[in-house]
Structures are given as C-alpha cells and as structure tokens.
C-alpha cells in the first residue's frame, strides 16, 4: 500500500463571513507529483498556506509528513521545500551566498553545504557562475536555482507556488524534467500551475473552485469523465460557474 505523505480532512480557512477555503479533503501519496489547481480566488494559495505551517486553519485536520498543521508547524517546516509564487532568492547575493544561507536555514552543516553547492552548479552548468549576483541570471535560470535550493536537504516534500510562471516554454519543459528527478528520489511534489498543459504532466490533479474541490484524479480520468481532449477544457467546464476572482 502507498504510504500517505499528505492527510487533509475538512480543511477550512474563514476570514470573517468569508471561507476562503471551505471543508477541502484529500491524500496526497508518497513519491507522487500532485497538481493543485484552480483559477485566482479559488483558495488554493490560501490552502497551500495551512499545509506549509503559516496559516493556521479555522476548522479541520491536516498532516503534512506526520506533523499536524496546528501543533507541530515547526516540525512541518523543516521535513518540506517550498519555493513561493515570485522569485523567492536574494538578488544582491551571489549564487554561492544564497545556497550557502538556505542550506544553512534547512540545517545542513558546513561540510553537507560545500559539497551540495559544487554538485548543484555543476548539475545545473552554473558554476561559472557561482560568485555572481543572482540578479544577474536569467529568469528561468533563477527559477531551476530555486528549485534546487527548495530541495538541497533532500525534504519529504516539495510545496512549488506556480514556479513556472514567466519563463519561456523551453525552460517550463526543463523545470518539469526537474521535478520528475526529484519524485524519482521520492520527494513528493505539491505543485499549482495555472498553465494546464502542465497539469497533464502531475499523477493527480485537483481542480479547486469558489474555495471547494470540485474533482479529483489523474488527468487522464478527468478528461474521459467530462470528454474532454484536454486538462485546459476540463478546466473550463469546472470553472465556469466561479463566482469568486480574488484569492
């Protein structure tokens, strides 16, 4: 049986009158790509929140890696990755001061963080690059550097806020080529997109409307059950009835 990484039941987020995220359930399995969807003011941001152990739900439960979302946020914090919406390194660091800083913050020591910063750029074909400003990269450099950040402890899972947005088609295939490779070491992957193309490439997807998940399966299911030729026109079918477009 494939072991749970993540445990949701009844999950909810009030903000006054308002629920932002409205009794959501679901498994997430260990090793899976899981793909969390749903347009801007669907609640997915705010849902993502609560898993990663800085927005304590209003009702329900959650595990994230065994930990329970209220108690042991700290615990949460240092099992999983996380690499936010905007770009989430330091430009007016070089590439060798921001893996040394997160690869302090996720508790590796100073032997682990020189080892891992020469076999990440070299992996990546940066070290050239490794004493300039990371300002100075292009995007989708920054963003595959992120991600390997997010990951440089080797976390049981991986929480990606829309990581490729921006960059160009080329490097959104590279970044996925990316983390398939991590999935394939068994870090789970929690990863929102608005591109639905790359909806197709996660195991499961969940489509989030208006706060609630409106389905739930692999991709390929989802487009037999609404007959659709692709994750884009089941999106739209689901969507259609949104009342909500702030998050």
């Not at 849902?47 to 739900?57: F, N, Q, R």
């Not at 909806?199 to 208006?210: G, K, Q």
Request: proline share 2%; hydrophobic share 45%; with cysteine.
């Amino acid at each position: 049986m494939e072991q749970t990484i993540i445990e949701v039941r009844n999950l909810t987020k009030q903000f006054g009158d308002f629920k932002a995220v409205n009794s959501i359930s679901f498994d997430v399995r260990k090793g899976e790509i899981f793909g969390f969807l749903g347009a801007n003011g669907a609640g997915k941001t705010t849902a993502m929140k609560m898993l990663i152990g800085i927005s304590i739900p209003s009702a329900g439960e959650a595990k994230v890696a065994g930990f329970d979302v209220y108690k042991e946020t700290e615990q949460i914090k240092k099992n999983i990755g996380y690499m936010s919406q905007k770009f989430s390194l330091y430009d007016d660091l070089t590439v060798r001061e921001n893996i040394t800083l997160f690869a302090g913050i996720y508790g590796l020591t100073d032997t682990e963080i020189a080892a891992r910063t020469v076999e990440l750029t070299n992996r990546l074909g940066i070290a050239d690059e490794a004493d300039k400003l990371v300002a100075s990269l292009p995007l989708g450099w920054k963003q595959k550097l992120a991600f390997s950040i997010a990951v440089i402890h080797n976390p049981k899972i991986v929480f990606l806020d829309e990581p490729t947005g921006g960059v160009d088609p080329i490097t959104r295939r590279q970044f996925w080529d990316m983390i398939y490779a991590a999935a394939a070491e068994g870090i789970t992957v929690f990863v929102t997109t608005h591109y639905m193309d790359e909806a197709e490439y996660c195991n499961r997807v969940s489509i989030m409307v208006d706060g609630v998940i409106k389905a739930l399966d692999s991709p390929a299911r989802l487009m037999q059950q609404y007959n659709a030729k692709s994750m884009e026109e089941v999106f739209i079918i689901l969507a259609r009835g949104a009342k909500r477009s702030d998050n």
